[in-house]
């Protein structure tokens, strides 16, 4: 049985430190939940670029407006903006850009892709 006067020397310090523990493993949990998202979006926008310059080397005989434009919808399809659109002969080279989900436009991760002819 606790009594009135082993209490006394008892001032919350366990209260506070576990306060102080909850607010740090948060922030600790926050940070991780930011660097999982860019990355996430990373390998995301690496992939919808990878697949644009495929579709636009696909259609490169079609002329460049087409290919780009295939790139584009390619791109649209996986929530990813394309930011540039180029043919160099039978390669294409897209650049495309995505928010992150959890910070949004303040995490902008680009992305670059490369695909054409087996010779250059």
């Known amino acids: ?42 390998h995301r926008a ?17 002329g460049p407006e087409f290919a780009c434009g295939r790139a584009d919808w390619v791109a649209r399809g996986m929530d990813i903006a394309i930011t540039s659109c180029r043919l160099e002969g039978a390669n294409a080279r897209i650049e495309a850009r995505a928010d992150s989900p959890v910070l ?4 902008v991760i680009t992305a670059r892709a490369h695909a054409g002819s087996a010779g250059g």
């Open 104 to 107: 949004g436009s303040f995490a």
């Open 1 to 42: 049985m606790t009594t009135r006067a082993s209490l006394a020397g008892d001032r919350g310090a366990a209260t506070v430190f576990s306060a102080l523990l909850s607010i740090a493993l948060v922030a600790v949990l926050a940070l991780a939940l930011q660097l999982a998202s860019g990355v996430v979006t990373r």
């Open 46 to 62: 690496e992939g919808a670029a990878d697949l644009a310059a495929l579709a636009a080397a696909a259609h490169v005989v079609q």
